[in-house]
């Protein structure tokens, strides 16, 4: 980059701008078509729901930034696809936010103050895969305000997948922390089979300056099958993660909607835990609850296993059936 972006060499007042508000406030229009009703688990489909939560459950546990350093731009290598479906949502969203950070991210205390002035700047992000990311970032070093635009151009995520399209952020900076709004404005992710198209926004809170680093997110976004045109609707959907060596703690909760059976309220009363690179977690345990408080209970065994339960009779044991399964 030309300049580590300047909004950073001084305190700034903690609050979005007044177009951040978050939640559903925002002007974009519903594109979910589905089911709005709760979700009616069985001991037949509780195996689908639980998996399909999880899938949107993932994009949430991959939401927040990575906090990789500004100029480290890692080279992504291509991996092996999972046995199950790929979250392409997880995709978009780790991209989207690895992009922002590299433009935004304070520098670090040795590279010295950056000038007090309002500026625009602009660059470009690679991805080491051919992609980019394009992005006019414009601010103030007083207050830390600042607004820009992201152009992603065959932009690979961490996860595979290329992402074509605009997302739109804003937010404030300090040398410690960062909160972000982006507006997704229709864009594209592809990843093998996957084709879908996404809307919405991402509120993200991230502290740099502790040890271990945390963030947040509240995902309100809508993603279409662009071949099915069927939808998925992640409704105030709370991320939060600590960030460890090699390795970060997810929890998560909020409403999924999913398009062929309505809604679930998801929860991770033991957090999400990844290695570094990995698709799936290697432990945590989630669960799902739709209609009548019937539910299913995944329990992560390992980056291929999991134990699924599921509770039809309000004991809240999920004893009703117990199924160990590959992803």
Known sequence: MKRETGIVSVLAIMVLLSSCGGGESSSVSSPYTGLTTAAVITDNNAD????????????????????????????????????????????LVRAVSKAAMIAV???????????????????????????EARYTISGDNVTGVFTGTFEFVDFHGDGGGIIVGNVSVSGTVTQDSIRILFNFQSVR???????????GLVDLTASMGQVPETGAATL??????????????????VV???????????????????????YVDVATPIPFHYLDGSSFPSGG????????????????????????GVELDGDAL???LTVTLNW
Request: no cysteine.
């Open 318 to 320: 999920y004893d009703e």
């Open 48 to 91: 689908e729901i639980a998996l399909a939560a999880f899938q949107g459950g993932d994009l949430g546990a991959n939401a927040v930034i990575p906090f990789a350093p500004a100029r480290e731009i890692a080279v992504l290598q291509p991996a092996a696809m999972p046995t199950a479906p790929r979250p392409t949502a997880l995709i």
């Open 240 to 262: 939060g993660t600590t960030a460890g060596t090699g390795t970060s703690d997810v929890t998560l909760s909020g409403r999924i909607y999913l398009h062929d059976y309505g």
């Open 189 to 199: 992710v592809q990843d093998g089979t996957e084709d879908v198209t996404a809307v």
């Open 285 to 308: 345990r989630m669960t799902v609850t739709g209609r009548d408080d019937h539910g299913g209970r995944l329990t992560v065994d390992s980056e291929t296993r999991y134990t699924l």
């Open 105 to 131: 991210r304070p520098p670090a205390a040795t590279e010295g103050p950056s000038p007090l002035a309002p500026f625009t700047e602009s660059d470009v992000i690679p991805d080491g895969l051919g992609g």
């Open 220 to 237: 309100n976004l809508f993603f279409t099958d662009n071949i099915t045109l069927k939808t998925v609707w992640m409704s105030n959907v």
